[in-house]
């Protein structure tokens, strides 16, 4: 039985696109997909490091540092869901800005 989040659990979580950047090595300057990286969203006072989440790290593209995912922040850490191209961004945007 999966138990039903309270009205206050409703209220806090909330989604965006949030930036993910990977961490290098600095002995040899590449990116190091081991590490923990750091997520960027809108509100800044909610960035953190996070590791071992190999299904975001499955989604970048070999040699890439920094990509776009839907995320959902619950329970004061984020939710990561699928990759968000570039030419999504903006749209995503536009339809948010609508919903408001």
């Not at 975001?56 to 968000?84: H, M, N, S, T």
């Amino acid at each position: 039985m999966t138990a039903k989040p309270s009205t206050m659990e409703m209220i806090t979580a909330s989604k965006d696109i949030v930036i993910i950047c990977l961490a290098l090595n600095p002995g040899t300057g590449d990116i190091d997909s081991e590490a923990p990286f750091v997520v960027i969203p809108s509100n800044l006072g909610r960035c953190g490091m996070y590791e071992n989440r190999p299904d975001v790290i499955a989604q970048f593209l070999p040699g890439e540092r920094q990509a776009r995912f839907e995320a959902e922040w619950a329970d004061g850490e984020w939710k990561f869901g699928r990759r968000v191209d570039d030419e999504d961004v903006g749209f995503l945007a536009v339809g948010k800005f609508l919903q408001t």
